[in-house]
T-cell receptor
Framework: AQSVSQHNHHVILSEAASLELGCNYS??????LFWYVQYPGQHLQLLLK??????LVKGIKGFEAEFIKSKFSFNLRKPSVQWSDTAEYFC??????????FGGGTRLMVKP | DTGVSQDPRHKITKRGQNVTFRCDPI?????LYWYRQTLGQGPEFLTY????????KSRLLSDRFSAERPKGSFSTLEIQRTEQGDSAMYLC???????????FGSGTRLTVV
């Protein structure tokens, strides 16, 4: 069974700092990869996704993620965070089947 | 408006009671998913429908849980004889293609007292 690991459970940054959130998955076959964000009191929203092609994908709000197949990783990055990026971030994997498997999430707090 | 509606938003019930939640997906989405999320955890898969057919169920879904999607439109999730461990956020999501990612609803927060 596939699994997803997010090693950083809590991250605290100051505004304008750079962000990188780690995500590793266990499945060895073809995968689709996603990052979701959950702002306080809101529903889960899709931030970006990778299917194939360029391993560097860009999403909304200046976020990007890089798929490194050899490392089974799909890390999320943002060069300069804002207070409004305070949220919980979830990495998810779909092995071309029907079910998304989510990581445990990383809670990001950005200090103004 | 997320496009996926869940009702109710909150439910408090006494242990042993039955509860039922409803999900209305985006109308053109033929795939519907139920997930459960507890505090500090990521969403855990419960079950999946393609149209009206329930195609996959997690081992997390004990025999006290049942889900339906009559006519391939809205779905209901029923929990019988609720236990305190059932307290969680129950999320519904829908998609047209599995590779598209899901659109989530706001969830139903269940508290069993």
């Amino acid at each position: 069974a596939q699994s997803v690991s997010q090693h950083n459970h809590h991250v605290i940054l100051s505004e304008a700092a750079s962000l990188e959130l780690g995500c590793n998955y266990s499945y060895g076959g073809t995968v689709n990869l996603f990052w979701y964000v959950q702002y306080p009191g809101q529903h889960l929203q899709l931030l970006l996704k990778y299917f194939s092609g360029d391993p560097l994908v860009k999403g909304i709000k200046g976020f990007e993620a890089e798929f490194i197949k050899s490392k089974f990783s799909f890390n999320l990055r943002k060069p300069s965070v804002q207070w409004s990026d305070t949220a919980e971030y979830f990495c998810a994997v779909n092995n071309a089947g029907n079910m998304l498997t989510f990581g445990g999430g990383t809670r990001l707090m950005v200090k103004p | 408006d997320t496009g996926v509606s869940q009702d109710p938003r909150h439910k408090i019930t006494k242990r042993g009671q039955n509860v039922t939640f409803r999900c209305d997906p985006i109308s053109e989405h033929n795939r519907l998913y139920w997930y459960r999320q507890t505090l500090g955890q990521g969403p855990e898969f419960l079950t999946y429908f393609q149209n009206e057919a329930q195609l996959e169920k997690s081992r997390l879904l004990s025999d006290r849980f049942s889900a339906e999607r009559p006519k391939g439109s809205f779905s209901t999730l029923e929990i019988q004889r609720t236990e305190q461990g059932d307290s969680a956020m129950y999320l519904c999501a829908s998609s047209l293609n599995p590779g598209d990612g899901y659109t989530f609803g706001s969830g139903t927060r269940l508290t069993v007292v």
